[in-house]
Structures are given as C-alpha cells and as structure tokens.
C-alpha cells in the first residue's frame, strides 16, 4: 500500500483535469509517473487528425485539440504500431473499434506472449492480457494492445529475468484499482524486469503493459516536458474544454 498512499496524494494535489506527474527514485533509476483517476480526468487515445493522417507527434496533437476547443494536460505514445504510424494490435477510440485483436506469434516485443490490452470502459480502467480481454466481453470507450504485460495478476511476466541486459528508456501503464491509472516513463536506460518491478513493488499494480521503449516520449507541462524523439502512432491523452 506504500505507493498507492503516493498515488492518492497525486490525485488530490492536482487540479481536476490536470496531470498529476512527479519524478521518483526506484532501484537507482529515476522515472517519470502521472496518475489519473477515471471518475475526474477524461483519458482518450489519439491516432490520426481530422483529415485521416496521423497526428504522428505532441505538437500536431495540440494544434488539432485547439481546433477543437481542446486543451492536453498530458500525453504519451501508447502502443506498438508500424511504419504507417497505424497500430498494430486492438485500438478502439470512441467506443469505435479501428483496429482488431492481434493474436498473431512473430517477433518483438509486441508477440512476447501474454501481451496485453489497456482500456477504460464506463469509467473503469484495466490491464488485461490478450487471450483473457478476448474472453471477457468489455466493451471499451477506449484500448490499446501492446507488449509484453509487465506485471500479470500480481507476479511479474514469467519471460522477464532479473538477470536481463537489454536496457532502454521504457514507458508503460499500470491500474492500482478500477479508477487510479498509472503511466511510467524512465528517466534513463532500465531493463524490463526492473521496470516491471516499478509496477508491482512500487506501483502496487496487479497488471501492468509495456507500452514500448526508443521512441517513449511523455507531454507533462507539469514537470516541463514535451518529448520528440521520433514520429509516433497511437497516443493517450488528457484533455480539458480549452477556457
């Protein structure tokens, strides 16, 4: 319960439609974390404008929400996609499904099995891996397959070693209950297996998704950021009227 203490204090601290974002030390590497609860801060997902083409990064982003007499508060890549900056597994925006269930084997992260699928439906969020969300019959405002899951029902993934050497600059998602979201990008360079232990023994996240490495990037005026490293695909925000 340590974290979820913090996690609280996030959700109070901030303004309602507001990114609640801090900077922690875990482990000897820092992150990045934003924390939003369903019942106040609207979370969306963001692929392609109004004309059909990708927004493909932060600034597009805002300059479309604007049009819209929209404001973002907070932003991240979220999920795996391909060179037309399209998603590649389940995306559904709106309550509109644009993209199926990939339940495909391959290479990668993204088929490193279970991966798993982000949502938030009537209000409530989840973390599910792919073959359960398949089974379940939500029915989602929005969600995003990526992989692989960090964190399955309260161990981590079984495929993720804490002797692992693979490090890179990381962003994922984790729920600590059916309102209070978590999203995590490092600072620096960790492995998988650390920073799914971010989630579980920090975080207090019975799942949590990898939402991919490299191209991570974060939009928090909070803490001064708005990332570009490369183009990117799907994109989950917050957002508020525009005064």
């Known amino acids: 319960m340590r974290f979820a203490l913090t996690v609280l204090f996030f959700l109070i601290s901030a303004s309602v439609g507001q990114a609640a974002c801090r900077q922690i030390s875990y482990n000897s590497n820092g992150y990045t974390l934003c924390a939003f609860d369903t019942r106040k801060d609207k979370i969306v997902l963001f ?74 439906a009537g209000g409530k969020a989840g973390v599910i891996d792919t073959d359960a969300y398949a089974k379940s019959g939500i029915k989602p405002d929005i969600a995003t397959q990526s992989g692989p899951m960090l964190v399955i029902n309260g161990a981590v993934h079984p495929k993720l070693s804490p002797d692992g050497t693979s490090a890179k600059i990381r962003n994922g998602v984790g729920v600590v209950d059916d309102h209070t979201v978590v999203f995590a990008i490092s600072d620096g360079f960790v492995t998988f297996y650390d920073f799914a232990s971010l989630f579980l023994e920090q975080l207090n996240c019975k799942n949590a998704l990898f939402l991919d490495g490299s191209v991570s990037s974060l939009y928090a005026p909070d803490v001064g950021r708005s990332d570009f490293l490369a183009r990117l695909g799907p994109m989950v925000g917050v957002t508020t009227p525009k005064n």
């Open 47 to 120: 692929n392609l404008d109004s004309s059909g083409q990708p927004y493909g990064g932060f600034s597009n982003l805002r300059q479309g929400l604007t049009a819209q007499a929209q404001q973002l508060s907070f932003a991240m890549n979220a999920g795996m996609f391909g060179t037309d900056l399209k998603p590649i597994g389940l995306y559904v925006e709106n309550g509109k499904l644009l993209h199926k269930l990939n339940r495909r084997n391959g290479s990668g992260n993204f088929h490193l099995k279970p991966n798993g699928v982000f949502y938030v």
